[in-house]
């Protein structure tokens, strides 16, 4: 009974943690630079792992995201490019692209400004 009992909150903490609010919302966005937002592609930002590390080369951890403009707003019905993409970059479990498991860096919010999300957004549709 109590093995059931510390399961069972286990998972409700884990869902609540999964839903809690963004630190940075879609609303508090600027306005974003793709050129910056390529920088921030490739460069590590705060120790975490840059973006063309996993996404780019012969060993694809994640999805090769040459083209990712063009299909980033078919991804999720009722949701656009710039949705999917914000909600990939701060809650990147939420989307998990078929073929590839959830392994993407989950503290991107955490470590990058809002400016840095809307920068990198900016960049990533422009593939």
Known sequence: MRKGFVMLLV??????????TPQVTMEDLPPGDAGSGEKLYLQSVNDAPNCASC????NLIGP?????GEVAG????GESAEVYTYWSIVRPARHIVQGYSNVMYADYEDVLEA??????IAYLLEL
Do not use: P
């Open 64 to 68: 090769n995201l040459a083209g990712y």
């Open 55 to 58: 996404h780019e080369g012969d």
């Open 11 to 20: 998972v409700l903490m884990v869902a609540a943690c999964q839903s809690e």
């Open 74 to 77: 078919n991804r999720v019905d």
């Open 115 to 120: 400016q840095d999300i809307a920068d990198l």
